[in-house]
Nanobody
């Protein structure tokens, strides 16, 4: 079982920045992909992006490309989502997730953290 602990959500103004972190105490992720997802009220959960822990390769959804950056810290076993130029439409509950390289679906999830962006 993999426990993921998120932090860093909050309420900001449009144009501001926030950084979310996802920690996995006592866990290494060399063979995992770490992903970030979000779910706005009344909408389905959508992928924000993900990072291969081993290679550092990243993927971003078009809606956040150029504004959000996903990174990982091997020493701290922490993945981060840096969100810049936030827009009201970025308002959602953000989740980090993890899956093994050989698994199709993300099967480990954090508890979620609220991000609210006001205009």
């Amino acid at each position: 079982q993999v426990q993921l602990v998120e932090s860093g959500g909050g309420s900001v103004q449009a144009g501001d920045s926030l950084r979310l972190s996802c920690a996995a105490p006592g866990r290494t992720f060399s063979n995992y992909v770490m992903g970030w997802f979000r779910q706005a009220p009344g909408k389905e959960r959508e992928s924000v992006g993900h990072i291969s822990w081993r290679t550092g390769g990243t993927y971003y959804a078009d809606a956040v490309k150029g504004r959000f950056t996903i990174s990982r810290d091997n020493a701290k076993n922490t993945a981060s989502l840096q969100m810049n130029s936030l827009k009201p439409e970025d308002t959602a509950v953000y989740y980090c997730a993890a899956k093994e390289l050989t698994t199709v679906k993300f099967n480990y999830w954090g508890q979620g953290t609220q991000v609210t962006v006001s205009s």
